[in-house]
């Protein structure tokens, strides 16, 4: 092998090892700063980043099409006026406003609405109900 074969393989194996190093897990920081990696993703409500596997409030999915199950997380800011929902067939997380009275509060955004039944909560598409307690 030449001198100049040698030293040109050389420098593109230094190349792609410096761009491997750079797409190493934990690197993927969204506009946010969050982690997706690291299964971190940005909350309006919390203004952070949040792992939504994490939260307190989890809804299931009651009827899924496919061989697994996914999860719904909710958020309330903390004048419970809004709800933050988390779902897999969203980009971004979906902001719901409350209506109603007190007792019989709902939240809504298209036509997403939250409710919160004897049973738990309960998110409709529609009028069909996608996730539940």
Known sequence: MSKRSLILSTVFMLFASISYAQKATGSDRDKHGCIGSAGYTYSVIKKDCIQTFAQKIKLKEVDPKRSFSTIAAVIFSDNN?????????????????????????????????????????????????????
């Open 81 to 133: 006026k809004k709800a933050e929902i988390f779902l897999s067939d969203y980009k971004e997380s979906q902001i719901l406003i409350r209506t109603g009275k007190k007792g019989n509060y709902v939240w809504k955004k298209g036509d997403l609405k939250l409710t919160d039944k004897k049973e738990g909560y309960q998110l409709k598409k529609g009028q069909k109900l996608i996730y539940s307690l």
